[in-house]
């Protein structure tokens, strides 16, 4: 009876299980980053916890301003793709030097000139350990005040072979009507040109 009881709670929590969602988590000082997939907080910190080699109880805070994430309701209401930063006990989250040299005010921010006009970042990253090629998040920071981002998500091993095979079934279905209509044109050809042939031996036989 354990044993089916035990069963059917392990049958239930994977049928009702909340969707996977991507993430990124960090390190306290933000040198290793990983792609990580979960659907609840508990999984995230598990998985963060895996993925970061982290042993102990961990914390999971915003990357851009140390919000912690305490709640469910908070974690769904972020977007995907998010950058957590897990912190032990003994860690506590830090700005990013960059962004700290920059200010978040425009009073703060020092007089701009030509080397901070703008800021490019770039991070290469895999959400799925099956995925071909890795995605790619860009953001742009304008004067320290104005920043825009992209990402650019990749797809797995089954998307890009079922895309090519689609490229490739559209291809030959070209190719297939281009020899059709190319035959006809060759056998439209030959039957004018023994058109031709029977006219000028009548010709000939004629004048003979």
Same mark, same amino acid.
């Given at each position: 009876?354990?044993?089916?009881?035990?069963?059917?709670?392990?049958?239930?929590?994977?049928?009702?299980?909340?969707?996977?969602?991507?993430?990124?988590?960090?390190?306290?000082?933000?040198?290793?980053?990983?792609?990580?997939?979960?659907?609840?907080?508990?999984? /995230?910190?598990? +998985? =963060?916890?895996?993925?970061? %080699?982290? #042993?102990?109880?961990?914390?999971?805070? @915003?990357?851009?301003?140390?919000?912690?994430?305490?709640?469910?309701?908070?974690?769904?209401?972020?977007?995907?793709?998010?950058?957590?930063?897990?912190?032990?006990?003994?860690?506590?989250?830090?700005?990013?030097?960059?962004?700290?040299?920059?200010?978040?005010?425009?009073?703060?921010?020092?007089?701009?000139?030509?080397?901070?006009?703008?800021?490019?970042?770039?991070?290469?990253?895999?959400?799925?350990?099956?995925?071909?090629?890795?995605? /790619?998040?860009? +953001? =742009?920071?304008?004067?320290? %005040?104005? #920043?825009?981002?992209?990402?650019?998500? @990749?797809?797995?091993?089954?998307?890009?072979?079922?895309?090519?095979?689609?490229?490739?079934?559209?291809?030959?279905?070209?190719?297939?009507?281009?020899?059709?209509?190319?035959?006809?044109?060759?056998?439209?050809?030959?039957?004018?040109?023994?058109?031709?042939?029977?006219?000028?031996?009548?010709?000939?036989?004629?004048?003979?």
């Amino acid at each position: 009876m354990e044993t089916t009881a035990s069963l059917f709670k392990t049958v239930s929590r994977r049928v009702w299980s909340p969707p996977q969602r991507p993430f990124r988590v960090c390190s306290w000082n933000r040198e290793v980053k990983k792609g990580v997939t979960a659907g609840t907080l508990e999984e /995230l910190k598990e +998985k =963060a916890a895996q993925a970061l %080699l982290i #042993s102990t109880e961990l914390t999971l805070v @915003c990357e851009e301003d140390g919000t912690e994430v305490d709640s469910e309701e908070f974690l769904l209401a972020l977007p995907d793709n998010i950058v957590f930063m897990a912190l032990t006990p003994e860690e506590i989250w830090k700005p990013h030097p960059l962004r700290q040299r920059g200010g978040n005010n425009p009073g703060d921010s020092k007089p701009r000139t030509g080397k901070d006009i703008a800021q490019i970042t770039f991070d290469l990253y895999r959400t799925n350990p099956k995925d071909v090629f890795g995605s /790619l998040n860009v +953001k =742009a920071t304008f004067k320290g %005040l104005y #920043s825009v981002s992209a990402d650019f998500q @990749c797809m797995g091993p089954k998307k890009v072979l079922r895309e090519a095979l689609r490229v490739m079934s559209t291809l030959l279905h070209a190719a297939g009507h281009l020899l059709i209509s190319s035959a006809a044109v060759i056998r439209r050809i030959i039957q004018g040109a023994d058109l031709l042939q029977a006219q000028h031996d009548k010709t000939i036989k004629y004048w003979e």
